[in-house]
């Protein structure tokens, strides 16, 4: 006899796994399946904010992940489920897509301090409760050179960015004040927070 899931992760994230495994809570994926486009709920909205962005796109793929245990027949769960976004002021910085996009968002990261914004949200029963963590990261200037390196290394595609902390790119970063966890796709502190008002 299988024993019912404590929560689903609806992610495909290996960051998000490693991390929820790093504060010991059990979990079952629920990631999007082949006949999803969850890259399409990414998209932002002219003129929108970056915290409402991440928020609001948080809050889609949740509900595309209640729908898709529901679809299944699943047996209910809290379902956890997070976004990361990278913001240069009012500029949103998704997950590059080519060479030469990865190359432009990390021209237009060096040697300044950009937001790295991850909202988490879980839904549990009739509730939904979501928590938002912005942490503020300086990248010390990086040449063409280093760069391309980075780049061809292929660690920029699928972050949002085109980098990820817990990688290479850490021999970028001389600064960052907020959450590690939060910059990484999963803020521990305030996802603790919310599984315990789920039961968790």
């Not at 990261?109 to 963590?133: D, K, M, P, Y």
Request: aromatic share 4%; hydrophobic share 45%.
């Amino acid at each position: 006899m299988t024993a019912e899931p404590s929560l689903y992760l609806a992610s495909a994230s290996p960051r998000r796994q490693e991390l929820l495994r790093q504060i010991g809570v059990d979990f079952t994926l629920l990631a999007p399946g082949p006949d999803e486009d969850a890259e399409a709920l990414e998209v932002p909205l002219r003129g929108e904010p970056p915290a409402a962005y991440v928020v609001r796109v948080t809050l889609l793929k949740l509900d595309a992940a209640r729908a898709r245990m529901q679809r299944h027949g699943l047996p209910p769960a809290p379902v956890l489920c997070a976004d990361t976004t990278v913001a240069l002021g009012r500029r949103i910085l998704g997950k590059p897509v080519n060479h030469a996009q990865a190359l432009g968002m990390l021209a237009s990261l060096s040697g300044r301090s950009h937001r790295v914004l991850t909202a988490v949200a879980v839904a549990w029963e009739r509730e939904v409760a979501s928590s938002l963590s912005i942490s503020q990261v300086r990248m010390d200037a990086i040449d063409a050179a280093q760069r391309e390196a980075y780049v061809a290394s292929g660690e920029p595609f699928g972050k949002a960015g085109g980098y990820g902390i817990q990688g290479r790119a850490a021999c970028f970063i001389s600064r960052i004040t907020g959450s590690y966890s939060g910059i990484m796709g999963l803020p521990l502190y305030e996802t603790t927070q919310l599984l315990r008002q789920a039961g968790v």
